[in-house]
């Protein structure tokens, strides 16, 4: 049933005709086919997150998709669901350029301030968000730092295997130049090479590898990763990827990948690094609709930081800073929920970005007009 016949009082929605017209009637029957084929009873949805900056429009419509979709997965197809956020505590803290080679060093988050205070932040964040969305829809949730992730041993065990492949990956992972660096922290200082370029591979086999590092404070160092080893591993995006689905497809569950539509583009080479690996099919997919500046470009917390988004007036500054919303989280949970069901109400509604001015219509609000009052 279209969404806007059933609440006539909000603005129409209006999609143009979607690729998969009449075969898909709601966008969780993406995970139908997979689903069916492992037999699984239990489906899990995966969605990760940057920390390192408050949550804009964007960010939150993509975790409000994971729970409906979730909710639509468990009523549908009579299946147990979890969603699992990853909360991406490597993002770059501070940034240092070495003035002998021009190249840049950074800290994570997760270095910096520790686990305690990282926690602190997710919470802050998204801690009472996540809660008002799992009591509206009934769908239990989990955090997981990238830290904790990258120091597990699955996670070690699949990086050594993808190692192990590279010859095949790195073409895959990175189609332009071939190469694919791996940075680890220098031990003393946690100051890491952003890019990896003077980090050498000496000896990789399925049990251990062994690297040699360069730190801008403390010279060459060496690596030891191992399934019991304390290295920090960093990846590039599509690497960390690969190797977080892989671990993903190891759990008694059907993995689903949530992510804003964004992402397509680069799911097609994670899909194509599974299928470099014997006899292993990528995850199913769900990619959500990202919201837009006027330019066509997808709100940036780089670009909000920087002044260049583009925003129309009608951009308020909730969308940018989900805690300059003017009043309680439930309500703004509730808003959320309301606008992307609209959205899952039709594929075709749900497979299209929507600008920071559409999103104000639907929700009924409207721009201020010259003299600042109601335009």
């Known amino acids: 049933m279209n969404d806007d016949a059933a609440h006539p009082a909000l603005p129409a929605l209006v999609s143009p005709v979607s690729v998969t017209a009449d075969a898909v009637l709601h966008s969780a029957d993406f995970i139908r086919p997979r689903l069916l084929a492992s037999g699984h009873d239990r489906v899990v949805l995966y969605a990760g997150v940057q920390i390192n900056g408050t949550p804009h429009l964007g960010t939150n419509v993509m975790q409000t998709a ?214 292993a099919l990528p995850p199913p997919r769900v990619f959500t609709p990202v919201v837009l500046s006027d330019s066509g470009a997808k709100l940036s917390k780089t670009l909000i930081r920087q002044g260049a988004a583009d925003l129309s007036e009608a951009t308020e500054p909730w969308m940018l800073d989900a805690s300059a919303w003017p009043g309680p989280r439930r309500e703004y949970a509730r808003m959320l929920l309301g606008l992307v069901a609209r959205m899952l109400s039709e594929p075709r509604h749900f497979e299209r970005g929507y600008t920071t001015r559409e999103v104000a219509r639907l929700i009924g609000r409207r721009a201020p007009g010259p003299s600042g009052g109601p335009g």
């Open 66 to 279: 994971a729970f409906l979709l979730a909710r639509a997965a468990r009523e549908r197809f009579g299946v147990r669901v979890l969603v699992r956020f990853g909360a991406l505590d490597n993002a770059p803290y501070e940034t240092r350029r070495c003035p002998e080679t021009g190249s840049l060093y950074e800290r994570s988050f997760g270095y910096v301030l520790g686990a305690a205070r990282v926690g602190e932040l997710v919470g802050r964040y998204y801690g009472g968000f996540f809660d008002e969305l799992s009591a509206a829809t009934g769908v239990p949730y989990e955090v997981e730092t990238y830290t904790d992730q990258q120091s597990g041993r699955a996670f070690r065990e699949e990086f050594l295997a993808s190692l192990e492949l590279m010859d095949r990956l790195r073409w895959v992972l990175a189609p332009s130049s071939g190469t694919v660096p791996v940075s680890f922290p220098c031990p003393r200082c946690g100051w890491s090479q952003k890019h990896g370029e003077q980090t050498e591979l000496l000896s990789a086999g399925a049990r251990e590898a062994h690297f040699a590092a360069v730190c801008l404070e403390h010279g060459k160092y060496l690596v030891e990763v191992a399934p019991g080893a304390e290295a920090f591993i960093g990846l590039t995006t599509l690497h960390r990827n690969l190797v977080k689905e892989r671990v993903a497809d190891r759990e008694d569950a059907l993995p689903v990948i949530v992510k804003g539509a964004d992402w397509a583009p680069g799911c097609r080479l994670v899909d194509e690094a599974f299928l470099c690996y014997p006899g």
